[in-house]
């Protein structure tokens, strides 16, 4: 995990109250912060001064341009995301030190997100005559631990699902595809306008959600299968506290949902950090820690940009937002690159053709048996089918995949028309056996319309000594259906056969 700080200009309502810098720069990558309590002429207390230095992998003071912090933080991960690896850039830190800045930028100085896309599509574009790209995108926010998609509004709340592989997804989530950085700019900022924003009496721009930009490319080579990287790009909302924002009513909730996800965020920190834990790592406190799961110890390559404010009454937030910071330097995460072979998937389509062929053959059998017999259709042609859907499983490419889709599905239609004409034939010769079976129960000497002849000579001499005049009565219609159904299910065997 890479860890920078960056310190921000001092603002003219601190200004206004009398404050002094506290926080300084002293290299590229030590900060020092002081004791606004420190009184150098007081020799009994100068053995409790807080004042404290800290090191970190990049440091930037407040005359640090937008440009200088993409270079030293982002710049490096691209290359990696279009190689098929995560990468992860999220702000932390208290409520208006410029995370959101940092982030979004402004039109004459763009932030992390638009010089971060508008450098992807430009190596996309350099490496397109070599590969092919596809870009998607999806945009959310977490408010109030609910999560709204900010493309589509209307979807109304969202919940997270983990896959069989670990990984946390948005059930339902808007995905829209890109093709050059303009159209995601232009979707950003319609996201932007849906994300809730309100005025604190520390921040006038306050965000009081955490928003999540999503960025997938899939690179397909012939012969070399599909990557896939995902880049998240994150602006948290910051931590704040009631005394200092002077909220009430909904926003001092929105602030208690804040402050609850980043103290959620601070203990999987805290956990990470600790070498000799190993103890449970509990990302479920908070649904911002379940979505950060895999970029704080997974499959991600992570830069935290944490924000401070310099001013000497923002001390006590400046201290734990520089501890925190220092702490996460000691995460280690393992990063691998999402590789899925074509050839594999292939593979396991021409294994899915060849079972429901065989199960086609097997049930084509079934029908051609005579009764006791066993089948001899589920043998047939079966070795030549195997090597033939083996041969194509080895030679096909990714051009041939929608050709074997369309195998698959006509081999699923055709079983399952086969199943279901089994299965009337079945239900039929059930149906009448029942029939039949119901009729010698009751025990009625039967005889067919047309005939004078009783059904057999012991009926006969039975009704001749009792003088039962039932020889006459007809056949009861199920009975008579029950034959027809009879003589029509042989004849629907014999087609069969034929």
């Not at 270079?71 to 995301?81: H, K, M, N, S, Y």
Request: glycine share 8%; hydrophobic share 35%; charged share 25%.
């Amino acid at each position: 995990l890479q860890v920078a700080l960056r310190i921000r200009p001092m603002s003219t309502a601190e200004l206004a109250e009398g404050a002094r810098p506290i926080a300084h720069r002293l290299d590229e990558q030590v900060v020092v912060l002081q004791d606004p309590m420190e009184d150098p002429d007081d020799v009994l207390r100068a053995s409790r001064s807080q004042e404290k230095s800290y090191v970190f992998d990049v440091a930037f003071d407040s005359t640090a341009t937008q440009e200088t912090v993409y270079r030293a933080t982002t710049r490096g991960l691209i290359a990696g995301v279009i190689s098929g690896y995560n990468a992860t850039i999220f702000t932390y830190g208290p409520t208006g030190c410029g995370k959101t800045y940092t982030m979004l930028g402004t039109d004459g100085e763009p932030g992390i997100c638009a010089r971060t896309l508008s450098d992807l599509f430009q190596a996309i574009e350099d490496t397109s005559g070599e590969m092919e790209y596809e870009v998607s995108m999806s945009y959310l926010e977490i408010y109030n631990e609910m999560i709204r998609d900010l493309l589509n509004p209307s979807l109304g709340c969202l919940q997270l699902r983990e896959d069989a592989g670990g990984t946390v997804q948005v059930a339902g989530i808007t995905e829209v595809c890109a093709i050059n950085a303009e159209e995601v700019m232009q979707l950003l900022a319609r996201g932007n306008r849906q994300r809730t924003q309100e005025p604190t009496a520390a921040n006038r721009t306050s965000s009081r959600s955490h928003a999540v930009l999503q960025v997938t490319v899939c690179q397909r080579r012939r012969g070399r299968g599909l990557r896939r990287g995902r880049l998240f790009m994150i602006d948290l909302a910051g931590s704040e506290r009631a005394a200092q924002t002077q909220n009430r009513g909904q926003r001092m909730k929105e602030g208690a949902h804040i402050n609850r996800s980043l103290l959620a965020l601070g203990n999987c920190i805290k956990a990470l950090s600790d070498q000799a834990s190993t103890k449970y790592i509990n990302y479920r406190d908070s649904k911002l820690t379940r979505l950060l799961k895999d970029s704080l110890g997974g499959n991600s390559r992570t830069v935290m940009i944490a924000h401070i404010s310099p001013a000497s009454t923002a001390f006590e937030e400046s201290r734990s937002t520089l501890a925190y910071a220092h702490r996460a330097k000691s995460i280690r995460t393992t990063v691998r690159r999402n590789l899925l072979s074509i050839s594999y998937h292939v593979a396991q389509y021409g294994s899915a053709v060849a079972d429901l062929r065989r199960e086609i053959q097997r049930l084509k059998g079934q029908g051609d048996a005579k009764p006791g017999q066993p089948g001899q259709g589920e043998c047939r042609d079966t070795p030549y089918i195997q090597a033939q859907v083996q041969l194509r499983g080895a030679r096909c490419t990714h051009p041939e995949l929608g050709h074997v889709r369309e195998e698959l599905l006509g081999a699923c239609h055709e079983q399952e028309a086969l199943r279901h004409l089994l299965l009337q034939l079945e239900g039929t010769e059930l149906h009448a056996q029942h029939l039949l079976a119901l009729g010698r129960y009751r025990g009625w000497p039967w005889r067919k319309e047309g005939q004078g002849e009783p059904d057999s000579p012991s009926d006969s001499e039975r009704d001749a000594d009792t003088g039962d005049k039932r020889l006459d009565v007809p056949e009861p219609p199920n009975v008579a259906t029950a034959h027809d159904s009879i003589a029509a299910l042989v004849e629907e065997q014999g087609r069969l056969q034929q």
